[in-house]
């Protein structure tokens, strides 16, 4: 029992080297989770964004109600003191439908497209001035949550690398005397291994936002892409510094902390090109 005990407490004493980047891995996967609730490329149910006149105003997916029938989608909102309600007809790309747009009993032009923003789902132009003033404009693109303009989430991107990779740099100036150097033969399976992992990351997150890709890459291929590569490589980077413990605590630190903040901007960069948020 007391031979037990003290192989217990000196497992207790020296956590695998393994353990922070597999923390992760778990971690961004919840971040590409809450992104997957708002990304463009899941919106299937009918329209992503409705541009009122010339950039006027725009009506997102979260004001409106869609019911979608095979090809047909039909969405509500009211505008103003009316009711908008447009019927989009799908015919193969966003830009290539066809819609009818009503506000009260007044018709619309209206005409279907692949907007610069949510360009993986359908985008309704309406040219027509729907009578709004510009308080009620600007109240319209008030309500619009703070992720559907690009540079929020853009920087939102920059501020997860750094605090994530403050984090890494921490966690590891902490635990620096506790990690024990790799065996040779295990060392280069734990490296790869790593890197390996850190790319099937976006493969799974590929998935998970519904296969859109960059261009004509599908999503799970994403994590053959520079940025899944480059990304891979600097994770794998900072488990061998883990598993050689080499250069002294303050030098590990500072390797977790500018491999995490690459991997994660990577990360970020990939999720927004597979949830239809950048292209």
Do not use: K
Not at 85 to 98: F, K, L, M, Q, S
């Amino acid at each position: 029992m007391a031979t037990t005990d003290v192989h217990q407490i000196r497992g207790a004493a020296h956590p695998p080297v393994f353990l922070l980047p597999a923390v992760l891995f778990v971690v961004l996967f919840g971040v590409a989770v809450l992104l997957a609730q708002v990304a463009p490329s899941r919106v299937t149910s009918g329209v992503y964004q409705v541009i009122v006149g010339d950039g006027a105003a725009v009506v997102p997916t979260e004001a409106l109600t869609c019911s979608r029938t095979a090809d047909t989608a039909t969405c509500t909102t009211r505008v103003g003191a009316r009711q908008l309600t447009i019927d989009v007809h799908y015919t193969g790309a966003p830009e290539t439908g066809r819609c009818t747009a009503r506000h009260g009993d007044r018709l619309l032009s209206c005409s279907p497209a692949m907007g610069f923003y949510g360009h993986a789902s359908q985008t309704v132009l309406i040219a027509d001035d729907l009578g709004l003033s510009r308080t009620q404009l600007a109240d319209l693109d008030a309500a619009a949550p703070w992720w559907r303009l690009s540079h929020n989430l853009s920087t939102a991107m920059l501020v997860l690398a750094g605090a994530f990779g403050a984090a890494a740099g921490a966690a590891t100036f902490l635990l620096y005397r506790r990690f024990r150097p790799v065996p040779p033969d295990r060392r280069v399976l734990l490296v790869v291994g790593t890197g390996v992992l850190a790319s099937a990351l976006f493969a799974g997150t590929g998935l998970l936002y519904g296969q859109w890709g960059y261009g004509a890459v599908p999503g799970p291929l994403m994590m053959l892409s520079p940025f899944s590569l480059l990304a891979s490589a600097a994770l794998a980077t900072w488990q061998w510094q883990l598993s050689t413990i080499r250069g002294g605590r303050v030098v590990s630190a500072a390797v977790a902390t500018v491999t995490v903040a690459i991997y994660t901007w990577c990360a970020m960069l990939v999720f927004l090109f597979q949830s239809g948020f950048e292209d």
